[in-house]
């Protein structure tokens, strides 16, 4: 019960891998700070925010759901308002909440580029920006506080870039968060670490995919077990860029197949980044 009664703020939590991380920590009692866009059905992206508080509470939490763009700093800032007005605080961001499009700069439009850098690596600064405040007084009050970037390890690589710059150049600006800001908020307690799966992961924006099999795809519960895991260690683990079957392999989870979208795969889709 390591979250109880933690309140985490969570980007891009109506669905998929935001939406299983809030799950997680809710099975402990926390509060989950749903920060997302969607408000109404989407046949195409199943889940909004009172769908996602909704199954939160089901799980054994607290749910305060609030439509968000992280691209607009007064939403953000309202949303953290509201969120400390609600449960006195906040001990735990995680950076979820991004945009992608795996096309090269040919066809990549100027503003499907905005889109991506504004989300992932502009709102993933913002957001934490926002938070900072309430994650030092979480810090000075012995609660452990945590910053958890959904973002890949960096590697300079050709092959990482050239097939699609603008994507790699946006979720790398959530990871040069990662590597800054632990640095800097070392000295206030925080602990500052990025989370990525070494396998694509079978969600609702991967299905808009063309050509992906899900079932060569794990669930997104592989990355809520451990972003738990991470959440639960001492803000001194810090600066870490993780890979959930390395990290789970490390916690004794080495039986990886309840995560498997069809059971007894052996073959899954690697994910990006992961050299």
């Known amino acids: 019960m390591a979250l109880k009664g933690k309140t985490l703020f969570i980007t ?11 799950k ?6 926390a509060n989950i700070v749903v920060a997302a866009k969607t408000t109404d059905p989407n046949p195409k992206l199943p889940g909004t925010i009172y769908t996602a508080a909704d199954e939160i509470r089901a799980a054994g939490g607290n749910a305060l759901p609030l439509q968000v763009d992280i691209r607009d700093e007064a939403a953000v ?3 953290v308002a509201k969120a400390v007005e609600a449960f006195g605080g ?13 096309t090269d700069s040919e066809h990549t439009p100027m503003k499907r580029y905005d889109l991506m850098n504004g989300i992932n690596a502009r709102g993933t600064y913002l957001c934490t920006q926002a938070c900072l405040p309430q994650l030092k007084i979480s810090a000075a009050a012995g609660r452990n506080p ?13 092959h990482w870039f050239a097939p699609h710059t603008a994507y790699t150049m946006a979720k790398y600006g959530m990871s040069m968060c990662t590597l800054g800001h632990s640095g800097e908020f070392m000295k206030y307690g925080i602990a500052v670490n990025s989370l990525w799966p070494r396998t694509a992961i079978a969600t609702a924006a991967l299905q ?6 899900l079932n060569m795809c794990r669930k997104p519960e592989i990355l809520s077990d451990a972003a738990y895991l991470i959440l639960s260690t001492p803000s001194s683990n810090s600066g870490n860029f993780f890979i959930d079957d390395e990290l789970l392999a490390a916690h004794g989870v080495t039986d990886l197949g309840k995560y498997s979208v069809k059971p007894g795969a052996r073959k899954f ?3 990006f980044f992961v050299d």
């Open 12 to 22: 891009g939590a109506s669905r998929g891998i935001g939406l299983a991380i809030a």
């Open 24 to 29: 997680r920590a809710a099975a402990d009692g």
């Open 77 to 79: 800032l309202d949303a």
């Open 90 to 102: 906040i001990d735990i961001l995680v950076n979820n909440a991004s945009a992608i499009s795996l």
């Open 146 to 158: 945590h910053v958890l970037n959904m973002s890949p390890p960096l590697s300079m690589k050709q």
């Open 208 to 213: 808009m995919i063309p050509g992906v099999d």
């Open 269 to 271: 889709i690697p994910d």
